[in-house]
């Protein structure tokens, strides 16, 4: 069946503008993640979904970051007045229920801020 | 909260050969340690993961064993193959808490 898919796949911005960045889980997964990927380095947690409600944001780095997943399926990741130090790839994941199902990623957006 | 290192970062080996990465955890509640394999321009694929009330689990050329006592795991493959180039990551979360933590990524060559 299909895998998880994020759109769009590259992103290049503006300093100080609005992004907004899509995950699209695998069919019948009730948990949701986002990470983010600095060169060279792990994913690093931002975001976890349980259904529609961010079970923990603990991961969010300041309130230029907000997630949303109005039905329990796709996931919008929003940040607002980008900065170049957001430049990451933005991954998202889905599992089926628990953090300790497989999670399978998505192939990520690439985010440049100029 | 947890923290997780990986070692070695870097790692060559001949084809044939066996490799093997090292991960430490910080938090005795953790539970669940899988291993990731990223090739490059590509998303994380889990290849393999263990829990806490097991201490070896192999699969095919590959293995992991955890030692919770000291509060490490390890990732080993045997015979390995060019195809098995990549950056390797290993992960842990903590009971309870519903994220991963990473290490920092190994990255592997396997040397024609």
């Known amino acids: 069946g299909a895998g998880v898919s994020q759109t769009p796949s590259n992103k290049v911005t503006e300093k100080g503008k609005y992004v907004e960045l899509r995950c699209d889980p695998i069919?019948?997964?009730?948990?949701l993640y986002w990470y983010r990927q600095s060169l060279g380095q792990g994913p690093e947690f931002l975001i976890y979904?349980?259904?529609?409600?961010?079970?923990?944001d603990s991961g969010l780095p300041n309130d230029r970051f907000f997630a949303v997943r109005p039905e329990g399926s796709v996931s919008t990741l929003k940040i607002q007045r980008t900065e170049r130090g957001d430049s990451a790839v933005y991954l998202c994941?889905?599992?089926?229920?628990?953090?300790?199902?497989?999670?399978?990623f998505g192939p990520g957006t690439r985010l440049t801020v100029l | 909260g947890e923290n997780v290192e990986q070692h070695p970062s870097t790692l060559s080996v001949q084809e044939g050969d066996s490799a093997v990465i090292k991960c430490t955890y910080s938090?005795?509640?953790?539970?669940?340690f899988p291993w990731y394999k990223q090739e490059l321009g590509k998303r994380p694929q889990l290849i393999i993961d263990?829990?806490?009330?097991?201490g070896e689990k192999k699969d095919q050329r590959i293995a992991v064993t955890l030692n919770k006592t000291a509060k490490h795991f390890s990732l080993h493959i045997t015979e390995t193959q060019p195809e098995d180039s990549a950056v390797y990551f290993c992960?842990?979360?903590?009971?309870?808490?519903?994220?991963?933590?990473f290490g920092q990524g190994t990255r592997l060559t396997i040397n024609p």
């Open positions: 938090d005795s509640a953790s539970n669940y």
């Open positions: 979904f349980q259904g529609t409600g961010a079970a923990d």
């Open positions: 069919s019948g997964h009730t948990a």
């Open positions: 994941a889905s599992s089926l229920q628990a953090a300790t199902d497989t999670q399978y």
């Open positions: 263990i829990r806490s009330n097991v």
């Open positions: 992960a842990a979360i903590i009971q309870g808490a519903q994220k991963l933590v």
